[in-house]
T-cell receptor
């Protein structure tokens, strides 16, 4: 069964500093990987996804993630964090069979941004 | 507005009661997914429906059931509620050809007292 580990429960960075959120996955085949963001009281918004091809994936809001098969990782990065990036971030791995699909989420990393 | 509508936004009910959560998917989306988000369990996949038929099942309790109607809206029924069922329940939808192109609703916050 697939699983996702986000080792950092809470991260604090200063506005303008760089950010890296860690994600490790366990999946038997080629993984479909995702990063979602959840602001307080909101639903989940897709930041980016990796299906195949270029291992460096660009997303919305200036985020990018790099897939490293050898390390089973899919870390999320942003060169310069803005105060509005404060939120909870979830990494997920997707599995599907025909029209059946599901996402398995990590436990999330809460990002706090200090001014 | 994501296009996925969940009602109600908040629900407070007593233990032992039954509630129904409703989800209207994005226009044209055939799949509906239900997820539960709680402090101790995190985000858990419950169930998926595709064009009215159950397609995938996750960690859904026997006290919970769901269905998708001909107009593609879905309902999640939670019965014999326990304090531990308090959580945020999300619905997501996706369309044919958009593998994992999930759009999430803003959720229903259920509080069992």
């Amino acid at each position: 069964a697939q699983s996702v580990t986000q080792p950092d429960i809470h991260i604090t960075v200063s506005e303008g500093a760089s950010l890296e959120l860690r994600c490790n996955y366990s999946y038997g085949a080629t993984p479909y990987l995702f990063w979602y963001v959840q602001s307080p009281g909101q639903g989940l918004q897709l930041l980016l996804k990796y299906f195949s091809g270029d291992t460096l994936v660009q997303g919305i809001k200036g985020f990018e993630a790099e897939f490293k098969r050898s390390q089973s990782s899919f870390n999320l990065r942003k060169p310069s964090v803005h105060w509005s990036d404060a939120a909870e971030y979830f990494c997920a791995v997707g599995s599907y069979t025909g029209t059946a699909s599901k996402l398995t989420f990590g436990t999330g990393t809460r990002l706090q941004v200090t001014l | 507005d994501s296009g996925v509508t969940q009602t109600p936004k908040h629900l407070i009910t007593a233990t032992g009661q039954r509630v129904t959560l409703r989800c209207s998917p994005r226009s044209g989306d055939l799949s509906v997914y239900w997820y539960q988000q709680s402090l101790d369990q995190g985000l858990q996949f419950l169930i998926q429906y595709y064009n009215g038929e159950e397609r995938a099942k996750g960690n859904i309790l026997e006290r919970f059931s769901a269905q998708q109607f001909p107009d593609l809206h879905s309902e999640l029924n939670l019965s014999s509620l326990e304090l531990g069922d308090s959580a945020l329940y999300f619905c997501a939808s996706s369309g044919r050809g958009r593998m994992f192109g999930y759009t999430f609703g803003s959720g229903t916050r259920l509080t069992v007292v």
